[in-house]
């Protein structure tokens, strides 16, 4: 079976604010070493290197009428990208019957994310810095969305929108 996926990015001030205060990240997860040397013969390191294993998709909408949305919305994308890629071993977590713990490590990067955001607000002169933020990890076939706020996820198959 083959499947398209399809994805975009864009944000827009709106008609009511003076400055955007969005964020987004589309990134391809890749699993990779990169072998500099080694005495093993080539069909034994293919395993080590391969193509997109899936999509991380981030919204983050910097809470409007808020002091500093914009730098909340940005650190939330910025915080959820370096956990993904230098913490959560989502590469081996994706598998069947691992889909639990591949889901607690997503609303853990939530957690991080949010703790970052306050921490940021209590060190500022913007205390009331907030965001929404929105992460689905694609992982075909299967995708895992987590969220805070009032932001939403949707998918499209076909006209169908949901």
């Excluded at 400055?19 to 391809?28: F, G, K, M, Q, T």
């Excluded at 390191?45 to 983050?60: P, R």
């Excluded at 500093?68 to 990208?81: F, K, M, N, Q, Y």
């Excluded at 929105?134 to 299967?142: E, I, K, S, V």
Aim: with cysteine.
């Amino acid at each position: 079976m083959s499947v398209t996926v399809e994805y975009a990015g864009l944000t827009d001030i709106g008609r009511v604010r003076k400055n955007n205060e969005d964020h987004y990240l589309i990134a391809d997860l890749v699993k990779q070493l990169r072998v500099t040397q080694t005495s093993l013969l080539p069909p034994h390191d293919e395993g080590w290197s391969a193509g997109v294993k899936g999509q991380l998709f981030v919204v983050a909408d910097g809470m409007g009428g808020m002091s500093g949305g914009e730098v909340a919305s940005g650190l939330a994308v910025e915080t959820i990208s370096w956990y993904v890629a230098k913490t959560m071993p989502w590469f081996y977590r994706y598998q069947d019957g691992r889909e639990k713990e591949l889901r607690e490590e997503l609303e853990h990067a939530l957690q991080v994310a949010q703790h970052t955001v306050q921490d940021a607000a209590e060190h500022s002169r913007t205390p009331r810095m907030g965001t929404t933020l929105t992460l689905a990890c694609l992982l075909w076939p299967r995708v895992y969305v987590v969220h805070a706020g009032d932001s939403r996820c949707y998918i499209r198959r076909g006209s169908e929108l949901k």
